[in-house]
């Protein structure tokens, strides 16, 4: 009987001794990314939520059924996405692949082959990109008019700015060398169609594509969450989302298809204004409705971006508008009177001066609105200071500079790229910036973020001395950007982007210190495991050790 007593004194004693968690992290190098960048070795988590950081000196305090030895290897906060078209990558997955071609010849042979094993009422594809082949214009119909007399084909330019479609596209369409669009242009040759539509034009082909089914929409979900997870990525923005999408998210989250999360700009249309901007933002900690995409102009690459002087490669050209400067600034002071921020798309110079004085207009001074510019990317050198005197956001995509490196100069000209992809000196107006790659117009994966963002090299290691390196951020920077401060750009600061007590558990494991690594370990590095409210959700095997 006394043994039996002491036994129980011993069990009541150990459970006094040991709190309990649902999953402890230990022998790891945990980068908090908290104020100070403190760095632990051991986390331990319950319920989705960090309950305690620190040293070895936690395993003697709590008791976890779960433990997973860290083995030295390296732990971030999850990394998070703040400007990517998470659902349209999704949706675009079905799409032949024309990232990477390097003639027109060659997408023409994708399509080819596709059309002989893909049986659909549209050909699609995305992804090509005339600046990166030898004949660097605009390619024309008239192969696709031969190739595919009776089938329509809908082919997306890589930045989502401009398409080349066939005549049956066009005839389905209603576009003939009549039409005219606001804020967007049906590119001719002596009169006659050429098939590319810019900008606004674009959308005249959209409202006619057919139609999928909300199951296999959710099974594209699932599959870009896959895609995602495997690089670390826990949360997302994704930009720009119209009323069925947000529909398909709700529905996806209900039935427990996804754990990413996502933080939703609207898209600027009716349907979204009356049923969302009089209403509280939506926010359920998986999904979490932010604010309203606009665009202002077009992008560099198409040469839709607004400038203020015309395009060093094409006489008296300024660029598009995509929406007129009072009917922004009308969208402007109406936000102004909800919960929601306001993000608007501006590339080029004159787009970012125009949405800028709006901006200044409209929030008068001092405010923690965090109204965004989504890329910013060419500021004129008297306008930079907007940023910093009315608190507004910089998202910006480092990819962008070194994927446009080899022509953007050609567009804008040696002294407008002093001012282009100005990382760090935006930065310096409010002291953080948040990060994005906007895929699928770049890759998915944020460690070409931090590369490109700290060396300002693509992945051939050119050029040696960085592109516009006095813009390149510094590595703790680089790593706040996409973890942090893009939590901080959605207004989730509170609940992720670093690893504290309080926290969400979204975290990933990584082989190498980002802090220290070469360029070519960061390059190549690959994640190894992914969590989510503490669940693991992507583990790499063959790279754990």
């Excluded at 409202?207 to 896959?226: C, G, H, M, W």
């Amino acid at each position: 009987m006394k043994n039996i007593f002491y036994l129980f004194i011993l069990i009541l004693f150990s459970a006094c001794k040991n709190d309990h968690a649902d999953l402890i992290v230990f022998n790891a190098k945990i980068y908090t990314v908290n104020q100070n960048f403190d760095t632990a070795t051991v986390l331990v988590i319950k319920k989705g939520t960090i309950i305690n950081i620190g040293n070895q000196s936690l395993l003697d305090k709590y008791q976890s059924a779960e433990k997973y030895d860290a083995k030295g290897n390296f732990i971030y906060p999850g990394f998070m996405d703040a400007h990517c078209h998470f659902t349209g990558y999704a949706k675009d997955k079905y799409k032949l692949a024309l990232f990477g071609t390097k003639s027109f010849d060659e997408v023409v042979a994708k399509i080819i082959a596709y059309s002989q094993h893909n049986q659909r009422e549209w050909i699609e594809g995305r992804g090509w990109d005339q600046n990166d082949w030898e004949q660097k214009e605009f390619p024309t119909k008239d192969t696709l008019d031969k190739l595919f007399p009776n089938t329509p084909v809908f082919l997306m330019r890589i930045d989502g700015h401009a398409i080349l479609c066939n005549q049956k596209a066009l005839d389905i369409a209603g576009i003939d060398e009549n039409t005219k669009i606001e804020g967007g242009e049906i590119i001719k040759n002596n009169g006659k169609l050429t098939g590319m539509l810019i900008d606004n034009a674009s959308e005249i082909v959209k409202k006619v594509l057919p139609t999928r089914s909300d199951d296999e929409i959710i099974q594209d979900f699932i599959k870009a969450e896959n895609d995602c997870a495997s690089f670390g990525l826990t949360s997302v923005v994704d930009c720009g989302i119209d009323h069925s999408t947000i529909e398909l998210l709700k529905k996806a989250y209900s039935q427990k298809k996804l754990s990413i999360k996502t933080a939703a700009m609207l898209s600027l249309d009716e349907e979204n204004i009356s049923r969302y901007l009089h209403q509280k933002p939506y926010n359920d900690k998986q999904l979490h409705i932010i604010g309203y995409k606009v665009y202002a102009d077009g992008a560099l690459g198409s040469r839709g971006a607004l400038l203020l002087k015309e395009y060093a490669d094409r006489h008296l050209h300024l660029g598009l508008q995509l929406i007129p400067t009072d009917s922004l600034k009308k969208i402007a002071t109406e936000i102004a009177k909800s919960n929601y921020q306001l993000c608007v798309h501006a590339i080029g110079d004159s787009a970012n001066r125009m949405v800028l004085k709006i901006y200044a207009e409209v929030l008068q001074g001092e405010n923690d609105r965090r109204w965004r510019i989504e890329h910013a990317q060419v500021i004129d050198e008297g306008d930079f200071h907007y940023f910093g005197e009315y608190q507004i956001v910089p998202s910006v995509q480092p990819t962008h500079a070194t994927s446009d490196m080899y022509w953007a100069q050609d567009r804008v000209g040696a002294q407008r790229i002093k001012n282009a992809y100005a990382y760090q000196k935006l930065l310096m107006q409010n002291q953080w910036i948040p990060l994005g790659t906007d895929f699928p117009v770049e890759g998915v994966n944020p460690l070409q973020t931090f590369y490109a963002a700290v060396f300002r090299i693509d992945q051939n290691h050119f050029p040696q001395n960085g592109f516009e390196i006095e813009n390149a951020l510094t590595r703790e920077q680089a790593l706040r950007g996409m973890t942090i401060w893009a939590a901080k750009s959605a207004f989730e600061e509170k609940e992720k982007g670093s690893l504290e007590i309080g926290k969400s558990a979204d975290f990933c494991v990584l082989p190498i210190d980002l802090m220290t690594a070469s360029p070519a370990e960061i390059s190549q590095a690959k994640v190894m495991r992914t969590f989510i409210n503490g669940r693991l959700i992507f583990e790499n095997k063959s790279n754990i050790h």
